[in-house]
């Protein structure tokens, strides 16, 4: 079930808003879906994403299943922050790829009235809490978390198993690399 937060009364202060989950559970589709929303109302809307998700194109947000919308690809946090601060409204892409800083940018940012909307995965092909999403969890005034279908048995899948390990933590893919798992087989997985 997704919320609006639209509701909330004007305040002084933005708000962080995190979308969380699995590899093709939704997370961008919710975070696009929630953009176009908002601009219907409020023009001064700006999206990113980090340089290194360049899966689909450099200048656009893709879905796995082909939706998009225009953003900025960025390096850092820095750059991001220096792009958004006279913004209503910001959208961040794949933040599980940005450095620790981005924790301190989004709450600069929602400090100065912006409200922040975050899209990301919560833990990394081995399970574990994958960079600032933990942190930027914490710090959220709301969090959704979405899951995908089990690719193995159409159970609810909160994990994504990459197909390939390589060791490395940050691999860019789709399809062709991930896929979304159950707990009973993220565990057999491991166990192998």
């Known amino acids: 079930m997704f919320q609006e937060y639209s509701e909330i009364e004007i305040q002084k202060s933005g708000w962080i808003e995190i979308i969380t989950g699995s590899m093709f559970s939704g997370k ?9 929303i ?16 360049n899966r689909y194109a450099e200048d656009e947000i893709v879905t796995h299943s082909k939706v998009s ?17 006279n913004s209503k409204i910001v959208g961040i892409d794949e933040a599980q790829f940005f450095d620790d800083g981005i924790i301190k ?11 922040v909307i975050v899209a990301g995965l919560d833990m990394d092909f081995l399970g574990n809490p994958f960079g600032p999403m ?5 710090v959220a005034e709301f969090v959704t978390k979405v899951h995908a279908e089990c690719s193995k048995t159409g159970e609810l899948a909160n994990f994504s198993h990459r197909l390939n390990p390589d060791g ?6 789709g399809k062709a690399a991930y896929e979304a ?9 491991l166990d192998k």
């Open 168 to 173: 490395k933590t940050i691999q860019v893919g």
């Open 69 to 85: 919308i225009k953003c900025v690809s960025v390096e850092s946090s820095k750059e991001l922050f220096r792009m958004a601060r």
């Open 181 to 189: 798992v159950s707990r009973f087989i993220f565990k057999e997985i």
């Open 134 to 138: 933990p942190n930027l969890m914490a």
């Open 38 to 53: 908002s601009e219907i109302s409020e023009p001064n809307v700006k999206v990113f994403k980090p340089k290194v998700d």
């Open 105 to 115: 940018v989004c709450n600069d940012l929602a400090n100065m009235g912006i409200r």
């Open 28 to 36: 961008t589709e919710e975070l696009i879906r929630r953009i176009q």
